[in-house]
């Protein structure tokens, strides 16, 4: 079954850490663009990093840039979202997304949202004293 697996959320003091994994079922990731997205309650989902395929390149929003990594490990067909010194306003459903067509436009993925040729089921982070 091709498809996006997302696990690592979790809830969380702030200040503390998580891993986000974004694992591929079926296909070869390293063809794809992959972008992070979130959704927190009553609000639209926003880009928060993105990496490119081939070249590999990242970015990340300004509101998560110094705390979150975006990274890829190819042997493991995975993508992973490191989130440091996390906030409250952190708290969000994670996505992925991956596509071959679009490619990372700053830190978000590029294009239309419904296009995208995968999407993962999304996990919750929460960040909370």
């Known amino acids: 079954q091709l498809q996006l697996v997302e696990s690592g959320g979790g809830l969380v003091q702030p200040g503390g850490s998580l891993r986000l994994s974004c694992a591929a079922s079926?296909?070869?990731?390293?063809?794809?663009?992959i972008g992070w997205f979130r959704q927190a309650p009553g609000k639209e989902r926003e880009g928060v990093s993105c990496?490119?395929?081939?070249?590999?390149?990242?970015n990340s929003a300004d509101s998560v840039k110094g705390r979150f990594t975006i990274s890829r490990d190819s042997a493991k067909k995975t993508v992973y979202l490191q989130m440091n010194s996390l906030k409250p306003e952190d708290t969000a459903v994670y996505y992925c997304?991956?596509?071959?067509?679009?490619?990372?436009?700053?830190?978000?993925?590029?294009?239309?949202?419904?296009?995208?040729?995968?999407w993962g089921q999304g996990t919750q982070v929460t960040v909370s004293s």
């Open positions: 997304a991956a596509d071959t067509y679009y490619a990372c436009s700053g830190y978000v993925l590029g294009g239309d949202i419904y296009e995208y040729d995968y």
């Open positions: 079926g296909f070869n990731l390293d063809y794809y663009a």
């Open positions: 990496i490119n395929s081939g070249d590999g390149t990242t």
